[in-house]
């Protein structure tokens, strides 16, 4: 069975968890932005945060949208099982609990009730295609994982990969919906580390980045130390490749530019320092934390 089921008494329970996982790390490692606010764009990367917990204030502003989207799922939700049993024929030997949430990721799943019950927790922002795929990725961790199993890098590659394959079966070509879009639309890069250097305000904000010395582990090249002093000097500020070539090569990097090389100088550097400091944000460049 397949429910629906929107608690705002919930939504406290919710706001902690995602606090204690951030605690833990768990989002940061994963180069999430941690945000107090939601964004234009980019939502796919956030952790929604407020600094208060305030899920009566929300819901008066997303009442409707929330309304509507149970309606959605009402509307499809015996053509979506039907679909969905084939592939999963033990469906009807769990119950699936959807579980709207004001907080955190765009999605999250778990299992309780000694495995007999899968909770899912989709963002209020989620479109019901959205719901419906996380969904699908539970079941896929729920039958072909192993609700016993904890989900490292094999398996949940493996787990991606089962959901995928089914997601495109139900879904056909909708299963992708960014392929349609302009790659420009997807990276905007200047307003991506606009919000890499917000969540990084924000988590120093939470006192969940702690300061921390940088130390120099190996002796480090020529070029290495031009990066890293111009990394230093921008200290938790993105750095564009430009201005990593400019470094480098200096005036007229333009006619050595590489970002291959970039890229493996950075790799280089990283192995000489304190781990976990340096962080790519793609197609741009790199945050030295």
Same mark, same amino acid.
């Not at 009402?74 to 049993?85: A, L, M, Y």
């Given at each position: 069975?397949?429910?629906?089921?929107?608690?705002?008494?919930?939504?406290?329970?919710?706001?902690?968890?995602?606090?204690?996982?951030?605690?833990?790390?768990?989002?940061?490692?994963? %180069?999430?932005?941690?945000?107090?606010?939601?964004?234009?764009?980019?939502?796919? #990367?956030?952790?929604?945060?407020?600094?208060?917990?305030?899920?009566?204030?929300?819901?008066?502003?997303?009442?409707? #949208?929330?309304?509507?989207?149970?309606?959605?799922?009402?509307?499809?939700?015996?053509?979506? %099982?039907? &679909?969905?049993?084939?592939?999963?024929?033990?469906?009807?030997?769990?119950?699936?609990?959807?579980?709207?949430?004001?907080?955190?990721?765009? !999605?999250?799943?778990?299992?309780? $009730?000694? !495995? &007999?019950?899968?909770?899912?927790?989709? #963002?209020?922002?989620?479109?019901?295609?959205?719901?419906?795929?996380?969904?699908?990725?539970?079941?896929?961790?729920?039958?072909?994982?192993?609700?016993?199993?904890?989900?490292? =890098?094999? #398996?949940?590659?493996?787990?991606?990969?089962? @959901?995928?394959?089914?997601?495109?079966?139900?879904?056909?070509?909708?299963?992708?919906?960014?392929?349609? =879009?302009?790659?420009?639309?997807?990276? $905007?890069?200047?307003?991506?580390?606009?919000?890499?250097?917000?969540? +990084?305000?924000?988590?120093?904000?939470?006192?969940?980045? &702690?300061?921390?010395?940088?130390?120099?582990? /190996?002796?480090?090249?020529?070029?290495?130390? @031009? +990066?890293?002093?111009?990394?230093?000097?921008?200290?938790?500020?993105?750095?564009?490749?430009?201005?990593?070539?400019? @470094? /480098?090569? !200096?005036?007229?990097?333009?006619? =050595?530019?590489?970002?291959? @090389?970039?890229?493996?100088?950075?790799?280089?550097?990283?192995?000489? /320092?304190?781990?976990?400091?340096?962080?790519?944000?793609?197609?741009? !460049?790199?945050?030295?934390?």
């Amino acid at each position: 069975m397949i429910t629906w089921k929107f608690e705002i008494e919930k939504q406290q329970e919710y706001y902690q968890t995602v606090k204690k996982q951030l605690e833990r790390e768990i989002y940061q490692e994963l %180069k999430y932005y941690v945000l107090p606010f939601m964004p234009e764009k980019f939502r796919g #990367r956030v952790i929604f945060l407020p600094k208060i917990c305030s899920p009566e204030l929300i819901y008066k502003k997303q009442k409707f #949208r929330l309304n509507k989207l149970e309606s959605e799922w009402n509307n499809i939700q015996e053509k979506f %099982k039907r &679909k969905i049993i084939k592939y999963f024929p033990e469906l009807n030997s769990i119950d699936v609990v959807i579980s709207p949430s004001f907080y955190g990721s765009v !999605g999250w799943y778990g299992f309780w $009730d000694n !495995g &007999k019950t899968i909770l899912i927790r989709a #963002r209020y922002d989620r479109k019901l295609i959205d719901i419906q795929k996380l969904v699908i990725n539970a079941l896929s961790h729920y039958f072909f994982i192993s609700k016993k199993s904890n989900l490292n =890098k094999d #398996r949940w590659l493996l787990k991606q990969k089962k @959901a995928k394959e089914i997601q495109s079966k139900i879904f056909l070509k909708n299963v992708d919906s960014t392929k349609s =879009k302009n790659m420009h639309t997807i990276l $905007d890069t200047e307003f991506s580390g606009k919000l890499a250097e917000e969540s +990084i305000r924000y988590l120093k904000e939470l006192g969940l980045i &702690k300061e921390s010395r940088i130390e120099i582990l /190996i002796k480090l090249t020529k070029t290495q130390k @031009a +990066i890293f002093d111009l990394l230093t000097s921008r200290k938790e500020k993105l750095v564009s490749f430009d201005e990593i070539a400019k @470094a /480098i090569w !200096g005036e007229n990097y333009f006619d =050595k530019y590489s970002e291959y @090389a970039i890229t493996k100088h950075i790799e280089e550097l990283k192995k000489k /320092i304190t781990k976990n400091s340096i962080h790519s944000k793609r197609s741009y !460049g790199y945050i030295l934390t």
